[in-house]
Protein backbone atom coordinates (compact mmCIF):
# COMPACT_ATOMS: atom_id res chain seq x y z
CA UNK A 1 0.00 0.00 0.00
CA UNK A 2 2.76 2.48 -0.22
CA UNK A 3 2.50 3.59 -3.53
CA UNK A 4 -1.17 5.27 -1.91
CA UNK A 5 0.34 6.62 0.82
CA UNK A 6 3.08 7.99 -1.37
CA UNK A 7 0.22 9.59 -3.27
CA UNK A 8 -1.94 10.91 -0.27
CA UNK A 9 1.14 12.10 1.80
CA UNK A 10 1.58 15.92 2.49
CA UNK A 11 4.46 17.31 0.86
CA UNK A 12 4.54 14.94 -2.74
CA UNK A 13 4.87 16.87 -5.66
CA UNK A 14 4.21 14.37 -7.98
CA UNK A 15 1.97 15.32 -10.87
CA UNK A 16 -0.72 12.81 -9.84
CA UNK A 17 -0.35 13.98 -6.45
CA UNK A 18 -1.10 17.43 -7.70
CA UNK A 19 -4.15 16.80 -9.77
CA UNK A 20 -5.87 14.32 -6.43
CA UNK A 21 -5.07 17.04 -4.30
CA UNK A 22 -6.83 19.73 -6.54
CA UNK A 23 -9.89 17.33 -7.08
CA UNK A 24 -10.19 17.19 -3.37
CA UNK A 25 -10.16 20.91 -2.63
CA UNK A 26 -12.47 21.76 -5.52
CA UNK A 27 -15.12 19.11 -4.99
CA UNK A 28 -14.88 19.46 -1.06
CA UNK A 29 -15.17 23.25 -1.38
CA UNK A 30 -18.37 22.81 -3.40
CA UNK A 31 -19.96 20.25 -1.68
CA UNK A 32 -19.09 22.12 1.67
CA UNK A 33 -20.18 25.53 0.60
CA UNK A 34 -23.35 24.57 -0.34
CA UNK A 35 -24.66 24.33 3.41
CA UNK A 36 -26.59 27.27 4.33
CA UNK A 37 -25.72 28.85 7.96
CA UNK A 38 -29.30 31.12 9.06
CA UNK A 39 -29.69 30.85 4.87
CA UNK A 40 -26.70 32.47 3.67
CA UNK A 41 -23.89 29.70 2.34
CA UNK A 42 -20.26 30.72 1.14
CA UNK A 43 -20.78 28.91 -2.25
CA UNK A 44 -17.65 28.09 -4.45
CA UNK A 45 -15.49 30.61 -2.10
CA UNK A 46 -15.55 27.44 -0.09
CA UNK A 47 -12.93 26.19 -1.91
CA UNK A 48 -10.39 28.59 -0.77
CA UNK A 49 -11.20 27.57 2.93
CA UNK A 50 -10.27 23.85 1.80
CA UNK A 51 -6.92 24.52 0.24
CA UNK A 52 -6.36 26.95 2.96
CA UNK A 53 -7.20 24.17 5.67
CA UNK A 54 -4.75 21.32 3.49
CA UNK A 55 -2.15 23.90 2.97
CA UNK A 56 -2.00 24.26 6.96
CA UNK A 57 -1.22 20.26 7.28
CA UNK A 58 1.43 20.52 4.57
CA UNK A 59 -0.10 20.02 1.41
CA UNK A 60 2.03 21.74 -1.07
CA UNK A 61 2.23 22.22 -5.24
CA UNK A 62 4.85 22.56 -7.00
CA UNK A 63 6.03 26.04 -7.60
CA UNK A 64 5.50 26.41 -11.55
CA UNK A 65 2.15 24.08 -11.39
CA UNK A 66 0.81 26.08 -8.93
CA UNK A 67 1.08 29.64 -10.74
CA UNK A 68 0.32 28.01 -13.91
CA UNK A 69 -3.18 27.03 -13.00
CA UNK A 70 -4.04 29.95 -10.56
CA UNK A 71 -3.19 32.45 -13.35
CA UNK A 72 -4.84 30.29 -15.90
CA UNK A 73 -7.64 29.94 -13.93
CA UNK A 74 -7.88 33.35 -13.06
CA UNK A 75 -8.06 34.58 -17.01
CA UNK A 76 -10.70 32.10 -17.74
CA UNK A 77 -12.98 33.40 -14.72
CA UNK A 78 -12.13 37.12 -15.61
CA UNK A 79 -12.63 36.27 -19.33
CA UNK A 80 -16.00 34.05 -19.10
CA UNK A 81 -17.17 37.41 -16.64
CA UNK A 82 -16.51 39.86 -19.10
CA UNK A 83 -18.30 37.91 -22.03
CA UNK A 84 -21.37 37.68 -20.01
CA UNK A 85 -21.54 41.48 -18.87
CA UNK A 86 -20.25 43.01 -21.96
CA UNK A 87 -23.30 42.80 -24.35
CA UNK A 88 -25.29 44.95 -21.15
CA UNK A 89 -22.04 46.69 -20.41
CA UNK A 90 -22.81 50.10 -22.06
CA UNK A 91 -26.39 50.00 -22.11
CA UNK A 92 -26.42 49.89 -18.41
CA UNK A 93 -25.21 53.39 -18.86
CA UNK A 94 -28.77 54.71 -19.81
CA UNK A 95 -31.76 55.80 -17.99
CA UNK A 96 -32.33 55.20 -14.94
CA UNK A 97 -28.82 52.82 -14.76
CA UNK A 98 -26.77 56.11 -14.32
CA UNK A 99 -28.04 56.77 -11.16
CA UNK A 100 -27.94 53.08 -9.80
CA UNK A 101 -24.21 53.09 -11.27
CA UNK A 102 -23.26 56.05 -9.63
CA UNK A 103 -24.22 55.25 -6.49
CA UNK A 104 -22.31 51.70 -7.18
CA UNK A 105 -19.52 53.88 -8.01
CA UNK A 106 -20.28 55.81 -4.26
CA UNK A 107 -19.75 52.52 -2.41
CA UNK A 108 -16.66 51.55 -4.50
CA UNK A 109 -15.15 55.06 -3.53
CA UNK A 110 -16.30 54.78 0.18
CA UNK A 111 -14.94 51.49 0.28
CA UNK A 112 -11.20 52.58 -0.75
CA UNK A 113 -11.71 55.57 1.42
CA UNK A 114 -12.44 53.45 4.58
CA UNK A 115 -9.95 51.19 4.02
CA UNK A 116 -7.05 54.24 3.67
CA UNK A 117 -8.33 55.78 6.83
CA UNK A 118 -7.93 52.45 9.02
CA UNK A 119 -4.33 51.97 7.01
CA UNK A 120 -3.05 55.58 8.59
CA UNK A 121 -5.07 55.11 11.75
CA UNK A 122 -3.27 52.28 12.55
CA UNK A 123 0.23 54.06 11.35
CA UNK A 124 0.36 54.04 7.93
CA UNK A 125 3.67 52.40 6.85
CA UNK A 126 4.28 51.59 10.20
CA UNK A 127 1.32 50.45 11.92
CA UNK A 128 0.43 46.68 11.96
CA UNK A 129 -1.46 45.90 8.82
CA UNK A 130 0.64 46.61 5.33
CA UNK A 131 -1.45 48.12 2.77
CA UNK A 132 -1.31 44.90 0.74
CA UNK A 133 -2.68 42.81 3.32
CA UNK A 134 -5.14 46.03 3.74
CA UNK A 135 -6.06 45.52 0.01
CA UNK A 136 -6.14 41.54 0.49
CA UNK A 137 -9.19 42.46 2.83
CA UNK A 138 -11.09 45.16 1.12
CA UNK A 139 -11.27 42.40 -1.51
CA UNK A 140 -12.79 40.17 1.00
CA UNK A 141 -14.76 42.76 2.25
CA UNK A 142 -16.70 43.45 -0.88
CA UNK A 143 -16.41 39.55 -1.45
CA UNK A 144 -14.61 40.45 -4.86
CA UNK A 145 -13.07 37.02 -6.29
CA UNK A 146 -11.10 38.82 -8.93
CA UNK A 147 -9.87 42.08 -7.33
CA UNK A 148 -7.65 39.90 -5.21
CA UNK A 149 -6.82 38.36 -8.23
CA UNK A 150 -5.85 41.43 -9.88
CA UNK A 151 -3.93 42.57 -6.69
CA UNK A 152 -1.93 39.59 -6.68
CA UNK A 153 -0.99 39.49 -10.14
CA UNK A 154 -0.30 43.86 -10.26
CA UNK A 155 2.21 42.69 -6.98
CA UNK A 156 3.93 39.74 -8.81
CA UNK A 157 4.32 41.64 -12.06
CA UNK A 158 5.89 44.27 -9.59
CA UNK A 159 8.14 42.40 -8.03
CA UNK A 160 8.20 38.33 -9.33
CA UNK A 161 9.20 37.00 -6.23
CA UNK A 162 7.08 38.85 -3.80
CA UNK A 163 5.07 35.57 -2.88
CA UNK A 164 4.77 36.36 0.19
CA UNK A 165 2.90 39.78 0.20
CA UNK A 166 0.83 37.70 -2.47
CA UNK A 167 0.03 35.16 0.25
CA UNK A 168 -0.55 37.91 2.58
CA UNK A 169 -3.31 39.39 0.36
CA UNK A 170 -5.48 35.75 0.49
CA UNK A 171 -4.91 35.19 4.16
CA UNK A 172 -6.57 39.11 4.44
CA UNK A 173 -9.50 38.20 2.31
CA UNK A 174 -10.02 34.83 3.72
CA UNK A 175 -10.46 36.68 7.06
CA UNK A 176 -12.38 39.11 6.19
CA UNK A 177 -15.17 37.54 3.51
CA UNK A 178 -17.19 35.15 5.87
CA UNK A 179 -18.04 38.50 7.50
CA UNK A 180 -18.55 40.36 4.10
CA UNK A 181 -21.49 38.14 3.16
CA UNK A 182 -22.93 38.27 5.95
CA UNK A 183 -22.37 42.03 6.24
CA UNK A 184 -24.06 42.96 3.60
CA UNK A 185 -27.66 40.85 4.31
CA UNK A 186 -27.28 42.36 7.87
CA UNK A 187 -27.31 46.07 6.26
CA UNK A 188 -30.18 44.96 4.18
CA UNK A 189 -32.22 44.61 7.12
CA UNK A 190 -30.70 47.55 9.16
CA UNK A 191 -31.85 50.17 5.78
CA UNK A 192 -35.34 47.88 5.95
CA UNK A 193 -35.81 49.01 9.47
CA UNK A 194 -34.15 52.00 9.57
CA UNK A 195 -36.49 53.64 7.10
CA UNK A 196 -39.84 50.82 7.77
CA UNK A 197 -40.19 49.87 4.94
CA UNK A 198 -43.22 47.23 4.04
CA UNK A 199 -42.07 44.34 1.84
CA UNK A 200 -45.17 43.89 0.33
CA UNK A 201 -45.74 47.80 -0.28
CA UNK A 202 -42.44 47.42 -2.68
CA UNK A 203 -43.03 44.21 -4.25
CA UNK A 204 -46.61 45.97 -5.26
CA UNK A 205 -45.45 48.80 -6.84
CA UNK A 206 -42.39 46.90 -8.51
CA UNK A 207 -45.70 44.86 -9.95
CA UNK A 208 -47.22 47.49 -10.73
CA UNK A 209 -44.66 49.48 -13.22
CA UNK A 210 -43.78 46.41 -14.62
CA UNK A 211 -47.41 46.75 -15.82
CA UNK A 212 -46.70 49.60 -17.48
CA UNK A 213 -43.15 48.87 -18.62
CA UNK A 214 -42.51 50.78 -22.07
CA UNK A 215 -39.63 48.03 -22.96
CA UNK A 216 -41.40 44.94 -24.15
CA UNK A 217 -42.69 45.04 -27.48
CA UNK A 218 -46.52 45.06 -26.67
CA UNK A 219 -48.90 43.29 -29.22
CA UNK A 220 -52.39 44.73 -29.50
CA UNK A 221 -55.31 44.49 -32.29
CA UNK A 222 -57.23 47.80 -33.89
CA UNK A 223 -59.76 47.82 -36.04
CA UNK A 224 -59.68 50.17 -38.61
CA UNK A 225 -62.43 52.82 -38.20
CA UNK A 226 -60.80 56.31 -39.17
CA UNK A 227 -61.81 57.33 -42.33
CA UNK A 228 -58.72 59.46 -42.53
CA UNK A 229 -56.25 56.47 -43.16
CA UNK A 230 -58.39 54.27 -45.36
CA UNK A 231 -56.82 53.66 -48.57
CA UNK A 232 -53.62 53.98 -47.10
CA UNK A 233 -50.86 51.79 -48.02
CA UNK A 234 -48.84 50.46 -45.41
CA UNK A 235 -45.62 52.33 -46.30
CA UNK A 236 -48.07 55.32 -46.04
CA UNK A 237 -48.68 55.10 -42.37
CA UNK A 238 -45.19 54.39 -41.09
CA UNK A 239 -44.45 58.12 -42.45
CA UNK A 240 -47.66 59.06 -40.70
CA UNK A 241 -47.14 57.77 -37.58
CA UNK A 242 -43.27 58.22 -36.26
CA UNK A 243 -43.23 55.32 -33.77
CA UNK A 244 -41.77 51.99 -34.34
CA UNK A 245 -44.05 49.26 -34.90
CA UNK A 246 -44.59 46.12 -37.39
CA UNK A 247 -47.77 45.61 -38.43
CA UNK A 248 -47.39 41.66 -38.54
CA UNK A 249 -51.37 40.14 -39.64
CA UNK A 250 -54.13 41.82 -41.48
CA UNK A 251 -57.50 40.08 -41.24
CA UNK A 252 -60.35 42.05 -43.85
CA UNK A 253 -64.06 41.77 -43.17
CA UNK A 254 -64.52 38.44 -45.21
CA UNK A 255 -62.30 36.70 -42.72
CA UNK A 256 -59.60 36.35 -44.62
CA UNK A 257 -55.78 36.99 -43.30
CA UNK A 258 -53.10 37.87 -45.12
CA UNK A 259 -49.27 39.27 -43.80
CA UNK A 260 -49.06 42.69 -45.52
CA UNK A 261 -46.72 44.37 -47.88
CA UNK A 262 -45.55 47.80 -48.22
CA UNK A 263 -47.76 48.33 -50.84
CA UNK A 264 -51.25 46.46 -49.14
CA UNK A 265 -53.82 49.21 -48.05
CA UNK A 266 -56.08 49.66 -45.27
CA UNK A 267 -59.60 49.37 -45.60
CA UNK A 268 -62.51 50.04 -43.18
CA UNK A 269 -63.43 47.48 -40.49
CA UNK A 270 -59.97 45.46 -41.04
CA UNK A 271 -58.27 43.92 -38.06
CA UNK A 272 -54.46 44.81 -37.52
CA UNK A 273 -52.48 43.18 -35.19
CA UNK A 274 -49.49 45.48 -34.39
CA UNK A 275 -46.18 44.97 -32.44
CA UNK A 276 -45.34 48.66 -31.00
CA UNK A 277 -43.98 49.73 -27.68
CA UNK A 278 -47.05 49.84 -25.19
CA UNK A 279 -46.55 53.71 -24.60
CA UNK A 280 -47.68 54.12 -28.07
CA UNK A 281 -50.33 52.41 -27.49
CA UNK A 282 -52.94 55.74 -27.43
CA UNK A 283 -51.23 56.99 -31.20
CA UNK A 284 -52.69 53.70 -32.82
CA UNK A 285 -55.96 54.09 -31.25
CA UNK A 286 -56.40 58.05 -32.49
CA UNK A 287 -54.87 57.05 -35.83
CA UNK A 288 -56.72 53.88 -37.00
CA UNK A 289 -59.16 53.17 -34.37
CA UNK A 290 -59.79 51.35 -31.21
CA UNK A 291 -58.56 48.06 -29.28
CA UNK A 292 -60.32 45.00 -30.22
CA UNK A 293 -59.63 42.14 -28.09
CA UNK A 294 -58.80 39.48 -30.49
CA UNK A 295 -56.74 35.84 -30.30
CA UNK A 296 -55.04 35.21 -33.46
CA UNK A 297 -53.72 32.23 -32.40
CA UNK A 298 -57.22 30.42 -33.07
CA UNK A 299 -57.78 32.03 -36.59
CA UNK A 300 -57.75 29.16 -39.40
CA UNK A 301 -55.47 29.31 -42.56
CA UNK A 302 -52.20 29.17 -44.41
CA UNK A 303 -50.96 31.95 -42.20
CA UNK A 304 -48.55 31.15 -38.86
CA UNK A 305 -46.37 32.26 -36.42
CA UNK A 306 -43.00 31.13 -36.01
CA UNK A 307 -39.73 31.37 -33.78
CA UNK A 308 -36.56 31.16 -36.07
CA UNK A 309 -33.09 30.57 -34.36
CA UNK A 310 -30.69 32.31 -35.91
CA UNK A 311 -26.88 29.81 -36.09
CA UNK A 312 -25.88 30.63 -38.69
CA UNK A 313 -22.19 32.80 -38.96
CA UNK A 314 -22.36 34.73 -41.85
CA UNK A 315 -25.62 36.68 -40.20
CA UNK A 316 -24.10 37.51 -37.22
CA UNK A 317 -23.93 40.97 -37.08
CA UNK A 318 -26.73 42.01 -39.92
CA UNK A 319 -29.33 44.38 -39.64
CA UNK A 320 -32.62 43.22 -39.94
CA UNK A 321 -33.83 45.41 -42.92
CA UNK A 322 -31.09 43.88 -44.64
CA UNK A 323 -32.75 40.63 -44.89
CA UNK A 324 -35.59 42.34 -47.10
CA UNK A 325 -38.09 39.73 -45.86
CA UNK A 326 -41.51 41.07 -46.39
CA UNK A 327 -40.41 41.54 -50.66
CA UNK A 328 -38.00 38.29 -50.08
CA UNK A 329 -40.30 35.91 -48.32
CA UNK A 330 -43.70 37.94 -47.81
CA UNK A 331 -43.19 37.27 -43.66
CA UNK A 332 -43.04 39.72 -41.16
CA UNK A 333 -40.94 39.83 -38.24
CA UNK A 334 -42.50 41.18 -35.14
CA UNK A 335 -40.00 40.83 -32.38
CA UNK A 336 -36.68 39.08 -31.54
CA UNK A 337 -35.99 37.27 -28.60
CA UNK A 338 -32.20 38.02 -27.40
CA UNK A 339 -30.81 35.93 -24.22
CA UNK A 340 -34.92 36.01 -22.72
CA UNK A 341 -35.67 39.73 -23.60
CA UNK A 342 -38.05 40.69 -25.76
CA UNK A 343 -36.70 43.46 -28.33
CA UNK A 344 -38.67 45.21 -31.23
CA UNK A 345 -37.97 44.08 -34.16
CA UNK A 346 -36.56 47.42 -35.93
CA UNK A 347 -34.95 47.67 -39.44
CA UNK A 348 -31.83 48.99 -37.83
CA UNK A 349 -31.42 46.30 -35.20
CA UNK A 350 -27.93 43.94 -35.84
CA UNK A 351 -28.64 40.08 -35.65
CA UNK A 352 -26.66 38.32 -33.01
CA UNK A 353 -25.97 34.20 -33.14
CA UNK A 354 -28.95 33.03 -31.03
CA UNK A 355 -31.64 35.21 -31.33
CA UNK A 356 -34.93 34.24 -32.15
CA UNK A 357 -37.00 35.72 -34.83
CA UNK A 358 -40.65 35.79 -34.25
CA UNK A 359 -42.23 35.66 -37.42
CA UNK A 360 -45.37 35.66 -39.54
CA UNK A 361 -46.36 34.28 -42.73
CA UNK A 362 -46.98 31.34 -44.32
CA UNK A 363 -45.38 27.99 -42.99
CA UNK A 364 -43.28 27.54 -46.59
CA UNK A 365 -42.24 30.79 -46.84
CA UNK A 366 -40.67 30.30 -42.58
CA UNK A 367 -39.28 27.12 -43.75
CA UNK A 368 -37.07 28.64 -46.34
CA UNK A 369 -36.34 31.67 -44.33
CA UNK A 370 -35.43 28.94 -41.62
CA UNK A 371 -33.39 27.30 -43.95
CA UNK A 372 -31.70 30.61 -44.93
CA UNK A 373 -30.73 31.60 -41.13
CA UNK A 374 -29.60 28.10 -39.89
CA UNK A 375 -32.45 27.25 -37.30
CA UNK A 376 -30.30 24.21 -35.46
CA UNK A 377 -30.08 24.02 -31.91
CA UNK A 378 -27.41 21.77 -32.34
CA UNK A 379 -25.30 24.49 -33.92
CA UNK A 380 -25.31 26.48 -30.89
CA UNK A 381 -24.00 23.49 -28.31
CA UNK A 382 -21.04 23.65 -29.76
CA UNK A 383 -18.43 26.01 -28.16
CA UNK A 384 -17.11 28.85 -29.85
CA UNK A 385 -13.54 28.58 -28.67
CA UNK A 386 -11.91 30.47 -31.63
CA UNK A 387 -13.13 34.00 -30.29
CA UNK A 388 -12.83 32.63 -26.88
CA UNK A 389 -9.09 32.09 -27.27
CA UNK A 390 -8.50 34.90 -29.88
CA UNK A 391 -9.87 37.26 -26.98
CA UNK A 392 -7.98 35.86 -24.33
CA UNK A 393 -4.65 36.38 -27.09
CA UNK A 394 -5.45 39.89 -27.45
CA UNK A 395 -6.58 40.34 -23.77
CA UNK A 396 -2.95 39.40 -22.54
CA UNK A 397 -1.32 41.73 -25.07
CA UNK A 398 -3.48 44.42 -23.88
CA UNK A 399 -3.26 43.45 -20.42
CA UNK A 400 0.80 43.85 -21.57
CA UNK A 401 0.91 47.36 -22.64
CA UNK A 402 2.17 49.51 -20.19
CA UNK A 403 0.36 52.84 -18.92
CA UNK A 404 2.60 55.60 -16.97
CA UNK A 405 0.72 57.53 -14.71
CA UNK A 406 2.18 60.49 -12.37
CA UNK A 407 2.65 59.41 -8.84
CA UNK A 408 3.26 55.99 -9.58
CA UNK A 409 6.89 54.44 -8.83
CA UNK A 410 5.99 52.13 -12.11
CA UNK A 411 4.11 51.96 -14.92
CA UNK A 412 0.81 50.88 -14.73
CA UNK A 413 -0.44 47.56 -16.67
CA UNK A 414 -3.79 46.00 -16.78
CA UNK A 415 -2.47 42.46 -16.39
CA UNK A 416 -4.19 38.98 -16.99
CA UNK A 417 -6.70 40.29 -15.18
CA UNK A 418 -7.50 43.24 -16.38
CA UNK A 419 -6.62 43.10 -20.10
CA UNK A 420 -8.46 39.89 -20.70
CA UNK A 421 -11.53 41.64 -19.11
CA UNK A 422 -11.62 44.99 -20.92
CA UNK A 423 -11.28 43.00 -24.17
CA UNK A 424 -14.23 40.42 -22.98
CA UNK A 425 -16.18 43.45 -22.82
CA UNK A 426 -15.48 44.66 -26.15
CA UNK A 427 -15.90 42.02 -28.57
CA UNK A 428 -19.08 41.19 -26.54
CA UNK A 429 -20.42 44.14 -27.42
CA UNK A 430 -19.26 45.05 -30.51
CA UNK A 431 -18.20 41.83 -32.18
CA UNK A 432 -21.12 41.28 -33.71
CA UNK A 433 -21.05 44.35 -35.57
CA UNK A 434 -17.84 43.37 -37.08
CA UNK A 435 -19.10 39.49 -38.09
CA UNK A 436 -17.20 38.18 -34.98
CA UNK A 437 -19.13 35.64 -33.22
CA UNK A 438 -19.27 35.71 -29.96
CA UNK A 439 -22.04 33.68 -28.75
CA UNK A 440 -21.79 30.89 -26.16
CA UNK A 441 -24.59 29.32 -24.28
CA UNK A 442 -24.76 30.17 -21.20
CA UNK A 443 -24.22 26.64 -20.04
CA UNK A 444 -20.60 26.54 -21.56
CA UNK A 445 -20.24 29.55 -20.12
CA UNK A 446 -21.00 29.05 -16.63
CA UNK A 447 -18.43 26.05 -16.61
CA UNK A 448 -15.39 28.01 -18.11
CA UNK A 449 -16.10 31.33 -14.95
CA UNK A 450 -16.69 28.01 -12.86
CA UNK A 451 -13.69 25.87 -13.54
CA UNK A 452 -11.07 29.10 -13.61
CA UNK A 453 -12.35 30.61 -10.06
CA UNK A 454 -12.16 26.76 -8.56
CA UNK A 455 -8.74 26.71 -9.91
CA UNK A 456 -7.81 30.03 -8.68
CA UNK A 457 -8.91 29.56 -5.24
CA UNK A 458 -7.54 26.39 -4.93
CA UNK A 459 -4.33 27.32 -5.70
CA UNK A 460 -5.11 30.74 -3.56
CA UNK A 461 -6.06 27.93 -0.67
CA UNK A 462 -3.71 26.17 -1.19
CA UNK A 463 -0.29 28.76 -0.82
CA UNK A 464 -1.62 30.80 1.66
CA UNK A 465 -2.41 27.24 3.97
CA UNK A 466 1.28 27.06 5.63
CA UNK A 467 1.23 30.36 7.72
CA UNK A 468 -2.38 31.16 7.65
CA UNK A 469 -2.96 29.86 11.30
CA UNK A 470 -0.09 31.79 12.59
CA UNK A 471 -1.33 34.61 10.97
CA UNK A 472 -4.86 35.15 11.36
CA UNK A 473 -5.82 33.29 14.36
CA UNK A 474 -4.00 36.06 16.76
CA UNK A 475 -4.74 39.80 17.56
CA UNK A 476 -3.91 41.13 14.37
CA UNK A 477 -6.19 38.85 11.89
CA UNK A 478 -8.98 39.67 15.01
CA UNK A 479 -7.97 42.94 13.49
CA UNK A 480 -8.05 41.82 9.94
CA UNK A 481 -12.04 40.85 10.01
CA UNK A 482 -13.32 44.23 12.32
CA UNK A 483 -11.40 46.03 9.40
CA UNK A 484 -13.46 44.57 7.06
CA UNK A 485 -16.32 44.26 8.80
CA UNK A 486 -16.10 48.10 8.43
CA UNK A 487 -15.79 48.43 5.07
CA UNK A 488 -17.98 46.37 4.42
CA UNK A 489 -21.63 47.97 6.23
CA UNK A 490 -20.24 51.45 6.42
CA UNK A 491 -20.44 52.25 3.09
CA UNK A 492 -23.01 50.27 2.44
CA UNK A 493 -25.10 52.01 4.86
CA UNK A 494 -24.61 55.42 3.78
CA UNK A 495 -25.52 54.29 -0.42
CA UNK A 496 -28.84 52.52 0.89
CA UNK A 497 -29.45 55.62 3.04
CA UNK A 498 -29.21 58.03 0.26
CA UNK A 499 -30.83 55.65 -2.14
CA UNK A 500 -33.76 55.22 -0.24
CA UNK A 501 -33.64 59.06 1.61
CA UNK A 502 -32.82 60.86 -1.25
CA UNK A 503 -33.72 59.06 -4.39
CA UNK A 504 -36.60 56.95 -2.77
CA UNK A 505 -35.35 53.83 -4.66
CA UNK A 506 -37.69 50.67 -4.48
CA UNK A 507 -36.23 48.76 -1.65
CA UNK A 508 -36.36 45.87 -3.97
CA UNK A 509 -33.84 47.05 -6.29
CA UNK A 510 -31.91 48.84 -3.48
CA UNK A 511 -31.18 45.16 -2.80
CA UNK A 512 -29.74 44.46 -6.01
CA UNK A 513 -27.82 47.31 -6.24
CA UNK A 514 -25.77 46.57 -2.83
CA UNK A 515 -25.78 42.74 -3.91
CA UNK A 516 -24.48 43.84 -7.58
CA UNK A 517 -22.05 46.66 -6.30
CA UNK A 518 -20.39 44.33 -4.12
CA UNK A 519 -20.77 41.43 -6.89
CA UNK A 520 -22.25 39.08 -4.44
CA UNK A 521 -24.64 36.28 -5.43
CA UNK A 522 -25.34 34.79 -1.85
CA UNK A 523 -26.53 38.12 -1.12
CA UNK A 524 -29.00 38.31 -4.66
CA UNK A 525 -29.83 34.90 -3.85
CA UNK A 526 -31.38 36.55 -0.24
CA UNK A 527 -32.90 39.28 -2.37
CA UNK A 528 -34.51 37.37 -4.64
CA UNK A 529 -35.81 35.42 -1.98
CA UNK A 530 -37.06 39.17 -0.35
CA UNK A 531 -38.56 40.24 -3.22
CA UNK A 532 -40.47 36.72 -4.88
CA UNK A 533 -39.77 39.07 -8.16
CA UNK A 534 -36.49 39.99 -10.35
CA UNK A 535 -36.54 43.46 -9.47
CA UNK A 536 -32.99 42.77 -7.35
CA UNK A 537 -31.69 40.74 -10.56
CA UNK A 538 -32.89 43.85 -12.80
CA UNK A 539 -30.71 46.37 -10.63
CA UNK A 540 -27.66 43.50 -10.13
CA UNK A 541 -26.94 43.07 -13.63
CA UNK A 542 -27.43 47.04 -14.38
CA UNK A 543 -24.49 47.67 -12.01
CA UNK A 544 -22.55 44.35 -11.76
CA UNK A 545 -20.54 45.39 -15.43
CA UNK A 546 -19.23 48.66 -14.15
CA UNK A 547 -18.74 47.18 -10.68
CA UNK A 548 -16.66 44.41 -11.92
CA UNK A 549 -14.48 46.14 -14.07
CA UNK A 550 -14.16 49.01 -11.38
CA UNK A 551 -13.20 46.87 -8.68
CA UNK A 552 -10.41 44.95 -10.97
CA UNK A 553 -8.73 48.23 -11.78
CA UNK A 554 -9.10 50.18 -8.08
CA UNK A 555 -7.36 46.89 -6.79
CA UNK A 556 -4.28 47.38 -9.12
CA UNK A 557 -4.14 50.76 -8.83
CA UNK A 558 -3.95 50.81 -4.97
CA UNK A 559 -1.06 48.32 -5.17
CA UNK A 560 0.97 50.35 -7.60
CA UNK A 561 0.15 53.91 -5.71
CA UNK A 562 2.07 52.21 -2.64
CA UNK A 563 4.27 49.39 -3.45
Not at 135 to 162: C, R
Not at 223 to 250: C, D, E, P, W, Y
Amino acid sequence: MEWIIDLLRPGSESLASTILLYSFVIFAGIFLGKIKIFGVSLGVTFVLFVGILLGHFGYVVQGDTLHFLREFGLILFIFSIGMQVGPGFFSSFKEGGIRLNALALTGIALNVVIMLAIYYIQGGADGSTTIDQLVGVLSGAVTNTPGLGAAQQTVLQVNPDAYDISQQMSMGYAAAYPLGVVGIILTMIVIKKIFKINVDEEIREVEEHNNDSQLAPHVVTFQVTNNLIMGLSIVKLHTLISANFVISRIQKPDGSVIIPTAEDVLEENDLVLIVCSVQDEEIFTRFIGPMVDKKWEMVQGPVVSRRILVTKTEYNGVKLGSLRLRMGYKLNATRINRAGVDLLATPSLRLQMGDRITVVGKLADIERLADKLGNSMKRLNEPNLVTMFIGIFLGILVGSIPLQFPGMSVPMKLGLAGGPLVVAILISAYGPKIHLVTYTNSSANLLLREIGICLFLASVGIAAGKDFAATVFNETGLLWVVYGFFITVIPLLIVGIIARGKYKLNYLSILGLMSGGYTDPPALAYGNKVANNDAPAVAYSTVYPLTMFMRVIVAQVLILCFL
